[in-house]
Nanobody
Framework: QVQLEESGGGLVQAGGSLRLSCKLSGRTWASYAVGWFRQAPEKEREFVAS????????YYKGDLEGRFIISRDNAENTVFLQMNMLKPEDTAVYSC??????????????????????WGQGTQVTVSA
């Protein structure tokens, strides 16, 4: 079992930045890849970014790469999502999730929410115009 807890969400103006944290716990947390997903009101959940257990490689939703940065501090059991130049359309509940890392699998595999076994509760991010 892996437990995940997100923090760092809030209200920010367009153009601003936020850093989300995902604290992991449980006996085997370090063996999992971690992904961030988001869900806006009345929209489907979508992949944001993922990072492997060693910290590399990482994958991004295409149009977020360059604005969002995922990183991992295994010494602190934490995965971060740095979000810059935020836009109102980034408003959503952001959730982190853990997936067993599988060899020779790439972006397409880790952007699939069904591969993630454990999920956090989510944190709200609201970007005002």
């Amino acid at each position: 079992q892996v437990q995940l807890e997100e923090s760092g969400g809030g209200l920010v103006q367009a153009g601003g930045s936020l850093r989300l944290s995902c604290k992991l716990s449980g006996r085997t947390w370090a063996s999992y890849a971690v992904g961030w997903f988001r869900q806006a009101p009345e929209k489907e959940r979508e992949f944001v970014a993922s990072i492997m257990r060693s910290g590399s490689p990482s994958y991004y939703k295409g149009d977020l790469e360059g604005r969002f940065i995922i990183s991992r501090d295994n010494a602190e059991n934490t995965v971060f999502l740095q979000m810059n130049m935020l836009k109102p359309e980034d408003t959503a509940v952001y959730s982190c999730a853990a997936a067993p890392q599988v060899m020779y699998r790439g972006r397409e595999y880790y952007e699939n929410a069904e591969k993630y076994h454990f999920w956090g509760q989510g944190t709200q991010v609201t970007v005002s115009a």
